[in-house]
């Protein structure tokens, strides 16, 4: 085979690799994103930095992807996080209060398991900056 030949076949294997990758993370995603539709989460948080809140204000939650940005590196993230959508948060403990509307997270225990909290926490904390 040629060596014009064999890049071109080296670049075809590769991108029809990287298409599986790029299907499989898109069902991952369009998985997360139901599950939080499902649960509500959708109510209060956007993924977007620039997202919107009812009538122009800021989100009630922060942005997921504010969130990925302020814990990444943090090796406690995924456990504390899931603790914060599981219990909720302190309403004398507002840490995102610039970024957010809303005072505090209700407890989410009846909305969604640990389990899947656990999943949509790990994809939060995936997201790019």
């Given at each position: ?13 590769a991108?029809l ?10 069902k ?12 509500g ?13 009812p ?10 992807k ?31 209060k ?15 398991s ?9 994809w ?6």
């Amino acid at each position: 085979m040629k060596r014009s030949n064999a890049i071109y076949v080296t670049l075809l294997v590769a991108a029809l690799a990287t298409s599986g990758v790029a299907s499989a993370n898109e069902k991952q995603d369009d998985a997360i994103r139901q599950l939080a539709r499902k649960s509500g989460c959708f109510i209060c948080h956007a993924i977007e930095l620039d997202a919107q809140g009812p009538e122009g204000l800021k989100p009630v939650g922060p942005p997921w992807k504010a969130v990925a940005a302020r814990y990444r590196g943090d090796k406690n993230a995924r456990k504390n996080l899931t603790a914060e959508v599981m219990g909720g948060t302190s309403v004398y403990n507002r840490h995102w209060k610039d970024e957010a509307s809303g005072v505090a997270m209700p407890p989410n225990g009846v909305a969604i398991s640990e389990a899947n909290a656990r999943k949509l926490v790990d994809w939060i904390l995936s997201l790019p900056k």
